[in-house]
């Protein structure tokens, strides 16, 4: 029987049977029971249409709702509970092949919709429906581990994680024995190899581990050529495998610091995707920006012309797609203004402040004046213009980013005590020493209660109020705190000096 005629009786519904248990006492008589109110299945299909047998088939729309969705919809008298009621509760009897398809459409919506854990829990799910509907040595059992792997490393950036469940599913493919009967199924298990190995190579490398990842993306390329001879595998297919692997294989030289290759393999990707998905796709913009960022990474060998052209590459795709106003825009320009500064050059700081005012004007929009990405923008504006001599903006600046730094981080926070930090170095640039050792001391008071007294920081800044009041004049006209005061007292000595020793009576 074909998945499409399975169970077409109870089409909309998992089967359900009543099973006797014990019977215990009830105060609550069979037609006192509270009836559920049914509900009108909605027909979907499912998106993952790997093979000829996957998940493309109509499934159970019931199973495939969401919890937070019944709840909403449902009155709380309706819904199923499975408490046992007079003896019997009811029992879940879905073949775990249904289950299977239910899961894998759940998790694939849930990464959809940034439920990131739910998503993982699905495909945690799926793996056991996938050993008990293919057994323990099928290649779609080890499909199962690449999706969970890939989660991990894509949406939670858990390398270990990642490295575990790839070498599971590798082991079930290279460790059963061979039943492939036809060249489609051949290609199904090198597709799974490949994302397995890929999967792997880019948890090695975030590993530190390099060598192994080197080994590990060579041999998903042996597996990508095989692929490239098959004629069921198309074009498409192999060409975004080959960005894949190369956008990992770039990714790997530059953890290695080896820029030479880092950036001819960048290179490289950028071609291929340029081929692939035309030179104003969305899909190059954070792969320009890492080459930006590759470049700015040499330190005094950095090529920033090369990173500035990069960067601005990004940004020009960014607004032909998308509005002024959007958040990918806003990234770009705040990398724009980030390249230009560290030109050093003194054209490039008014470009730099004309990319942070665009920035900063797109995250009051989309974010609000008090979120942390605003407030990170008003910071690197502020350090500009402090560059520039302009130091009286650069403290306007800063102080109305205090209140809102206090809500987004609390007002004992190291990002409030760094605020106050940095206004007190611009007046003491500009010379008003005494509304310096002021900010100093809010300073101070505040990281010794968020990092304690003996933080290299805290250190530092009470050697920068010391220097500072023992200037002339200065001391007296701050009043001291108890803990200041007590260190400036004698020590207290003990011993007690007698002229006359004590006589007797």
Same mark, same amino acid.
């Given at each position: ?183 489609? !199924?051949?290609?199904? $298990? %090198?597709?799974?190899?490949?994302? #397995?190995?890929?999967? =792997? /190579? @880019?948890?090695?490398?975030?590993? *530190? ?73 969305? !899909?190059?913009?954070? $792969? %320009?920006?890492?080459?930006?960022? #590759?470049?700015?990474? =040499? /330190? @005094?060998?950095?090529?920033?012309? *090369? ?199």
């Amino acid at each position: 029987m074909s998945d499409e005629e399975d169970y077409s009786a109870e089409e909309g519904r998992p089967m359900v049977i009543e099973v006797k248990t014990t019977k215990r006492p009830s105060s609550r008589t069979q037609g006192q029971r509270s009836s559920r109110t049914p509900r009108t299945p909605k027909t979907q299909r499912s998106q993952h249409n790997d093979d000829e047998d996957d998940y493309s088939d109509d499934y159970d729309e019931d199973e495939d709702y969401d919890e937070e969705e019944m709840a909403n919809e449902a009155p709380r008298t309706s819904r199923i509970t499975h408490r046992p009621k007079n003896g019997r509760k009811k029992v879940n009897t879905t073949p775990p092949d249904r289950l299977l398809k239910t899961s894998t459409k759940k998790a694939s919506k849930f990464l959809d919709q940034g439920k990131v854990d739910k998503g993982i829990q699905e495909y945690v799910k799926c793996i056991a429906y996938s050993r008990m509907v293919h057994g323990a040595v099928d290649w779609r059992l080890a499909r199962s581990y690449a999706d969970l792997a890939e989660a991990y490393l894509d949406h939670k950036s858990y390398a270990a994680q990642a490295d575990y469940h790839a070498d599971n599913g590798k082991a079930i493919l290279l460790n059963s024995p061979p039943t492939i009967t036809t060249e489609t !199924e051949k290609a199904n $298990v %090198y597709t799974v190899l490949f994302r #397995l190995y890929h999967t =792997k /190579g @880019r948890a090695l490398t975030a590993l *530190k581990k390099f060598p192994e990842a080197e080994q590990v993306l060579t041999k998903a390329d042996k597996f990508l050529a095989d692929l490239f001879k098959m004629s069921c595998v198309t074009q498409d297919e192999c060409d975004e495998m080959e960005i894949d692997i190369s956008h990992a294989k770039a990714k790997l030289y530059w953890k290695q610091k080896k820029h030479a290759l880092a950036s001819s393999q960048y290179d490289k990707l950028l071609d291929q995707m340029e081929a692939h998905y035309g030179k104003d796709s969305m !899909e190059l913009v954070p $792969v %320009y920006q890492e080459n930006g960022q #590759l470049e700015q990474s =040499k /330190g @005094r060998h950095a090529n920033h012309d *090369k990173a500035i052209e990069m960067y601005l590459q990004a940004h020009s795709i960014a607004g032909a797609n998308y509005r002024e106003d959007n958040l990918v825009t806003m990234d770009t320009a705040l990398s724009l203004a980030r390249a230009y500064s560290q030109t050093g050059r003194e054209e490039a700081e008014g470009v730099a402040e004309k990319y942070l005012n665009e920035c900063l004007a797109i995250c009051q929009t989309c974010h609000g004046t008090n979120h942390k990405k605003t407030l990170e923008v008003m910071d690197e504006l502020a350090r500009l213009l402090i560059r520039v001599d302009r130091q009286e903006e650069a403290l306007s600046i800063l102080r109305s980013s205090l209140p809102g730094k206090c809500e987004a981080y609390g007002d004992y926070s190291e990002q409030v005590s760094d605020t106050y930090k940095l206004i007190a170095s611009v007046h003491l640039s500009g010379g008003g020493t005494e509304k310096a050792i002021r900010a100093y001391q809010k300073c101070h008071n505040i990281e010794c209660l968020v990092l304690g007294k003996n933080s290299k920081k805290t250190k530092d800044s009470e050697r920068t109020i010391e220097i500072l009041m023992a200037s002339p004049g200065l001391s007296n006209k701050f009043s001291l705190s108890k803990t200041e005061e007590l260190k400036k007292r004698p020590k207290f000595n003990s011993i007690v000096n007698r002229s006359k020793p004590m006589t007797g009576t």
